[in-house]
């Protein structure tokens, strides 16, 4: 799985970021701890957002993420995101 940062190879950071989100139509069902394909919201507890502090920790969550699903794993500071693909067949 391949990452794609924002900032050249001396200028990253692989700590204290925030967690990451995605996008598109995929929410994070907070029972069931997965990522699932919604249409409508109804009762459920969903949220686009799951906690990750860590760039190690952002790979291996992609791995329980659904394939093609683009990933953004958002920094405390501006410029320093990371983006990657979710490698999980549903």
Known sequence: ???KYQ???GDRI???FM???TFELYLFNLD????QHVDDLGNCNYSSHEDCRT???FRRKLKKCPY???FMLSSRWKGYNIEGV???NI
């Open 32 to 35: 069931l701890k997965i990522w």
């Open 55 to 57: 760039m190690k920790a």
């Open 86 to 88: 979710g490698t999980k």
């Open 19 to 21: 967690g990451f989100t």
């Open 14 to 16: 692989n700590h204290n």
């Open 7 to 9: 900032r050249h190879r």
């Open 68 to 70: 093609g699903v683009r």
């Open 1 to 3: 799985m391949k990452l």
